[in-house]
């Protein structure tokens, strides 16, 4: 089995995407980000927004120094990394996680957001 296991850092090209998945988090656009990116999208028991609705600080777009904190494994047999995104809040990091899955199609790159809890 070729799959590596954690000890990645997210690559460049994936970034631009998931910041701007964590801002609309930020900003409550939890439907949103749910119907454009989750496999759950219409699943009333899925509830993106659940444990940041409750959450008692501000979410923020992701500062330039959380990916240095940001783990992620890679499937290299599927092009497949899972991503952790720890979110941030206006009094600094979360113990929200942003759980995705990112596939690389030979550069078209297809993001799927499976959850958001607190870890």
Do not use: K, N
């Not at 460049?12 to 964590?22: A, G, T, Y």
């Not at 119907?35 to 979410?59: C, E, I, K």
């Not at 899955?101 to 957001?113: A, M, P």
Request: net charge negative.
């Amino acid at each position: 089995m070729s799959d590596d296991l954690r000890g990645f850092r997210v690559p460049e090209r994936f970034r631009p995407l998931l910041e701007d998945i964590v801002r609309r988090i930020a900003v409550g656009d939890y439907e949103g980000v749910s119907r454009d990116f989750s496999p759950y999208a219409g699943d009333p028991r899925h509830d993106l927004g659940l444990w940041a609705r409750q959450y008692p600080a501000r979410l923020v777009p992701l500062p330039a120094a959380a990916w240095e904190e940001i783990e992620c494994m890679h499937f290299e047999e599927r092009s497949e990394w899972e991503v952790w995104v720890d979110l941030w809040s206006d009094c600094g990091r979360t113990d929200l996680t942003l759980l995705v899955d990112v596939i690389d199609h030979g550069g078209e790159i297809d993001v799927r957001v499976r959850d958001l809890r607190v870890m």
